[in-house]
Every structure is written in structure tokens, then in C-alpha cells.
């Protein structure tokens, strides 16, 4: 198949040849930099121990924002920054990154006036350079008119500002710095692990790395060695004998989703029973209802009964169902760490100033060992982390080429040429709730392969039907991430290049004659072994009677 001889040259390359730079991770951090790096002229090698944004970069509330709730600790200058990335990522992925509105209901007692929260607003929308609508405030009334589903027994009234969200799922938007590192010419593997590196007398770090795909052993040797390992990046220092003076304090967040509760394309916004905000986030056919706060030690962390109870018991009381949510109605959970960054031991801070910790970055870099630590940071901020990084590694005394777009939407050419093609196909461009046409989506997630997608459906009709009726993901994608995106494991698919088992429910999925037909254009051969292996990895346990 050609998806495993792509793999099989990635591997070789790693094996035989030195690169400028190797990066250990490949989550958010770990993207932007390979993209970025390759971009600049830099010959770079990235492994990721498991998939792609397998870890907390699939696990986020999809949210692109500036930042709101750190003019509360009046972080001023960080919100700044973050409008200014938002603002950026919204003019370079207009269709992946969308303006959306916050609708948010305040509740009488709240521990600040309405008028000064909606003067925050007002300085948020400044902040953010004017680039979204204004937000206005809201009286019970109004929230009753717009948003029926929204409980105001206890309303004070509320306000509606904007920030903007992704489209489609944080793992997909991961995958297009990853597609552009592999476009630049770089060395990307998914699943090889990192499990130390040294750095030798020759100047050139060794990295000690093991394919679990192909059962095999190897170094790669590079002259910069970039942790991008997130929340586990503390682990991987430890294992090269590098110190920093930063580290992670983690912070466990859950999100429940549900079938669509609002019509509206708006975030509901409330502020939970702990004072933080809770939302209710558009996700296509679904609805993403969170999130938790709660600070852990042990990675990975696991969602337990307390955190979904208290995501329900805040949702019901903050909304008119017909009745209650449950754990019936849930059709797929999403729990991640974020990584904060501290200054010191994290045995050091107390509960207050955890709470108060924010989602910034820091690189801390050892020019003499050539060695850059990423800590901490968020999608929103990824353009910056890899600006500074090409600046850090030239800064190193390793001279880039001519800097080449490293991130962005699609080619217009591309995109005309594409628009062109799909308006003689002959194939229902279905409008899908939540996800627009297929025509949209299509471009939406895959830039200027689109093209190559929309060649495959003229080839062959059939490819435009969708996998699943209950969601858009089309047999042309199948084969083109077959090909061309380094598939392993059927949860590659289902839950980082697609979502689809965010949206459709695990037992529905495991009977899917349409999901065994994408399987075994995946996996070929070892389809059925493949599917075996993650229905019984994600098989619910079953409860027994009393």
C-alpha cells in the first residue's frame, strides 16, 4: 500500500541521515515547529510516540479565543497577544477559524456587576483591534426571546461577545502543520517513541528512538534538539539529563458530548457552580458541554463519575430541557491535561496560584547544548511558538534559507481551479448540519489536496458517498488519508483525522458496514485485525446487576 512504503521512506531517512533539527512531540507545539523549521530551509526530524495530537492537543473546547477571563487577573498583555494571534489564525484560516458569538447568562449574586462585566467586554472587543462584531448586553427578556433554552430564573440578564472557534476538531487542524512540515521536505513518524537523547562529542544529539509499527530500534542524529513533548515534556528532560528552571503543574479539563441542544450557532456561556466559564459549544450534529478544573499529578488523566456529574448537574440547572441529561445521552467524552507553566518546583504553589496560573509559553533554550524546552502554551498562541523557534534556532548559529508560508489556507489558484472542477461532478453536495456542503468541507480541511479529492470523486462517483449517513466524512477522504496520512490505528481516523466518534455513537460505529469498507481500504489486509483492536481497546465495560 502506498501509506506503508511512505512510511517505510520516512523511517529510512531517519535512520541514515543528520538533521538541523529533531522534535520530539507531535502536538500542537510540535507541529508548528516542523512546519515552521522546514519552512525556514531546516533539514528537521519529528517523532510522535503515539499519533499525531494524540494527547492534549485533541482534547481542547475547540475554541481559537483571545483570552477573556485573564482580564480578570488583569493579564493584560497576555490578552493582548492572544487577540493578536486569534485575529491572525481568523485571517489565514477564514474557513477553519470562524467568528462565533458567546451567549452568556449571568446569575443574580455573581461576584461581579453585569455593567462591569460588560464594560470588560467592551475592553476585550478593543483589544482584539475591532476585528469581530461588538458585543451587546442582554437583558432577561432578550435571553428568553433568543435563546429559549437558556434558564433565566436566576438571570441578572447577561451579554453576547465574540471570539472564534474551529470549525471542524483541534486533532484535524494539528494535522495541517504536520501535512505542511512533510510538504517542506521534513521527516515525520507517528508512532516512535523518544525514550532519551544524548548529546555527543561531535556536537550532534542522539536520540534513541522505537518504532512500535515496525519493531524496531534507531537513533536519529540531529545538531538541535526541540522537546515539544507537552505535559509529558518534564519526563523527556529528565530522560536526556537536561535541567530547565520551568516545568508543568497539570490541570485535568472534561467535556461531555451530546446530541445538538441549540439550534442557534452560538456558544452558550454560563459560569459553573465554581465560578468558571462553562459552555456549550456547536459541534456540527453535537454539542460539547464543559469544562472541569481540576488539578492532577498522574498522566494520562481519566474522567471519573465526579467530573461527569458535575458537568450534568451544572448543565440542567442552566438550561430549560425537556428533561434532565444523563449519562445516556452521552455519546463520547473528552478529558486532557493542560499544561501550565511555573517558575520553579510545583510542590512550591498553593491552591490559589494554580487557579490563577495562565496558558502561556515559554521556550527556555540552552544555546551551548542546543537544546530548546517548550512549556506550557495554546492553539491559539501556535503561530508564535513558531516564529520564536526559528528565531531561537538561528540564534543556535544554524543559517536558514529563504523563508517560505509556513501555515495558512489553501492556494487561491488551487482553490479556483477545485471550485471549478467540483461544479461538474455529479454528486449530491449535501448540506450537513453544523459542517456546511461538502464542497465546503472538503476545501475547509484539506486546502489545496481538495483538488486531488474532488479528481478521485470524478474517477469514481461512488467515492462521494459518505461513510456514515449520520455524518459528512466521504470515501474520497478515506482514500486520500490512506494514502497520504499515515494511518496506523483505526482511532487515527475516527477521532483525530475525523471526529467522527465524537458524533456518532460507539455502537453504532462497531455496526457500520460502511466503517468495515473504510477499515479495509486503511488497513488492506489488516483490516479486521485493526478493527479488533480498537473495539475491544474502546468497548464500554459492562455493567453487572446487583
Known amino acids: 500500500m502506498k501509506g506503508e512504503s511512505q512510511r517505510q521512506a520516512i523511517r529510512q531517512r531517519l535512520k541514515t541521515e543528520t538533521f538541523d533539527v529533531a522534535v520530539v512531540g507531535g502536538g500542537i507545539n510540535g507541529a508548528v515547529a516542523v512546519a515552521a523549521l522546514s519552512a525556514a530551509g531546516y533539514k528537521v526530524a519529528l517523532v510522535e510516540k503515539k499519533d499525531f495530537a494524540s494527547s492534549t492537543s485533541q482534547e481542547s473546547s475547540n475554541l481559537v479565543w483571545g483570552g477573556i477571563k485573564y482580564l480578570e487577573s488583569y493579564e493584560f498583555s497576555l490578552v493582548w497577544d492572544l487577540c493578536r494571534s486569534r485575529n491572525e489564525l481568523m485571517r489565514r484560516y477564514p474557513h477553519e477559524v470562524q467568528e462565533l458569538r458567546f451567549f452568556t447568562n449571568l446569575e443574580r449574586g455573581f461576584r461581579k456587576p453585569r455593567i462591569l462585566v460588560f464594560l470588560g467586554a467592551v475592553l476585550y472587543w478593543f483589544m482584539g483591534r475591532f476585528k469581530t462584531r461588538p458585543p451587546r448586553l442582554l437583558s432577561r427578556a432578550t435571553i428568553e426571546r433568543d435563546e429559549p433554552l437558556v434558564s433565566t430564573k436566576t438571570s441578572q440578564g447577561g451579554l453576547e461577545y465574540s471570539d472564534c472557534f474551529l470549525k471542524d476538531n483541534d486533532a484535524r487542524f494539528v494535522f495541517h502543520f504536520i501535512r ?53 515534556a518534564d519526563r523527556f528532560n529528565k530522560a536526556c539529563g537536561v535541567t530547565t528552571q520551568h516545568q508543568h503543574i497539570f490541570s485535568k479539563g472534561v467535556h461531555l458530548i451530546v446530541p445538538r441542544l441549540n439550534e442557534s450557532e452560538r456558544v452558550l456561556t454560563f459560569f459553573a457552580d465554581d465560578g468558571r466559564l462553562f459552555f456549550v459549544i456547536p459541534m456540527g450534529s453535537c454539542s460539547c458541554i464543559g469544562t472541569t478544573d481540576t488539578r492532577v499529578t498522574e498522566l494520562p488523566a481519566t474522567v471519573n463519575d465526579e467530573d461527569r456529574q458535575f458537568i450534568l448537574d451544572n448543565i440542567n440547572k442552566r438550561l430549560n430541557l425537556p428533561k434532565p441529561l444523563t449519562m445516556a445521552d452521552v455519546i463520547a467524552e473528552r478529558c486532557g491535561v493542560r499544561p501550565l507553566v511555573i517558575k520553579g518546583n510545583a510542590g512550591d504553589f498553593d491552591q490559589e496560584e494554580w487557579i490563577n496560573l495562565s496558558r502561556k509559553h515559554v521556550l527556555e533554550c540552552n544555546h551551548e547544548d542546543r537544546h530548546i524546552s517548550i512549556f506550557g502554551g495554546k492553539l491559539t498562541d501556535c503561530l508564535n511558538i513558531g516564529r520564536e523557534l526559528v528565531d531561537d534556532v538561528r540564534d543556535m548559529g544554524l543559517t536558514d534559507g529563504e523563508a517560505a508560508i509556513w501555515y495558512g489556507a489553501g492556494d487561491p489558484v488551487m482553490e479556483q481551479k477545485y471550485r471549478k472542477l467540483v461544479a461538474t461532478l455529479r454528486w449530491n453536495d449535501k448540506e450537513w448540519k453544523g459542517e456546511g456542503r461538502s464542497s465546503e468541507r472538503l476545501w475547509r480541511l484539506y486546502g489545496d489536496d481538495a483538488l486531488s479529492l474532488a479528481e478521485r470523486i470524478q474517477a469514481d462517483p461512488s467515492l462521494a458517498e459518505p461513510v456514515l449517513p449520520e455524518a459528512p466524512v466521504l470515501f474520497a477522504e478515506v482514500a486520500h488519508m490512506a494514502d497520504h496520512e499515515l494511518i496506523v490505528d483505526l482511532e487515527d481516523f475516527l477521532r483525530r483525522r475525523t471526529r467522527l466518534s465524537l458524533v456518532v455513537k460507539h455502537e453504532v460505529l462497531e455496526q457500520s458496514a460502511g466503517l468495515k469498507k473504510a477499515a479495509a481500504i486503511l488497513f488492506g489486509q489488516d483490516a479486521d485485525k485493526r478493527w479488533q483492536a480498537y473495539f475491544q481497546r474502546t468497548a464500554k465495560p459492562q455493567k453487572t446487576r446487583a
Not at 537523547?197 to 530500534?217: F, P
Not at 545538531?223 to 509529558?232: H, Q, S
Open 180 to 232: 505542511r512540515g512533510l510538504r517542506s521536505g521534513a521527516a515525520v513518524l507517528n508512532y516512535v517513541e523518544a525514550r532519551e537523547g544524548q548529546r555527543g562529542d561531535d556536537g550532534l544529539w542522539s536520540v534513541a528512538c522505537v518504532d512500535h509499527e515496525a519493531k524496531e530500534s534507531f537513533a536519529v542524529k540531529a545538531r538541535v534538539l526541540i522537546n515539544a513533548g507537552g505535559p509529558f
